[in-house]
């Protein structure tokens, strides 16, 4: 059987939605207080129509964090240096994790609501897998590190949502410190 296309009317309002949602999380100080109503009202649609294209609201964070991050998963999967698979894995692990960062810099707000919805934790989010999947296969590649499975784990600790917006808003990290300390910490676990 053929996967149906979704209407163009349903693509539309989908578009929308994640318009409003991206300009919602993007100027809100608190995620949490960005509703379902909020974001229905700020695309022109009803909150039927949300819960029909993402089933809830971590479904609909998910697709928000999805379209934003596929400029980087496009750049890890098929593109060159220092994050395509070409890299050599020394070079390529520090690049991979000051991108994940980077990313949630430019993203702390929906980073931060995404971790903290859902499941009771965020390291059954199926982001975190794939970000888990591909730290864990390019330190395997590495001779002689030992235990790449929590190695994955350790270094994506150093970038968990809650821990950049902490070091951000609270301790006030300057971007390119944050960054600094995380290749300088990812270089002593590679040695």
Known sequence: ?????P?????????????AADALFARGESPE?????????????????LFRAFGDRPG????????????LGEAIETGPPPLGPA???????????????CFKLDNRRLALALEESGSNSPYQAEHYERW????????????GLPDPEFTAHALLAATRADLVEHLAEKERVPRDQMRAQLAAFTARVLG
Do not use: C, F, S, W
């Not at 209407?7 to 318009?19: G, T």
């Not at 207080?33 to 129509?49: F, L, R």
């Open 60 to 71: 609909l964070l998910r697709a928000l964090y999805e379209t934003r991050l596929e400029p």
């Open 1 to 5: 059987m053929t996967e149906r296309k």
């Open 33 to 49: 207080e960005i509703t379902m109503a909020d974001i229905a009202a700020a695309a022109g649609v009803g909150k039927g129509t």
């Open 132 to 143: 888990h999947h591909l730290l864990r296969a390019v330190l395997e590649q590495i001779p």
């Open 7 to 19: 209407r163009k009317d349903a693509a539309r309002n989908r578009e929308a939605v994640l318009a």
């Open 87 to 101: 890299t050599p894995p020394r070079d390529r692990l520090p690049a991979l994790l000051d991108a994940v960062l």
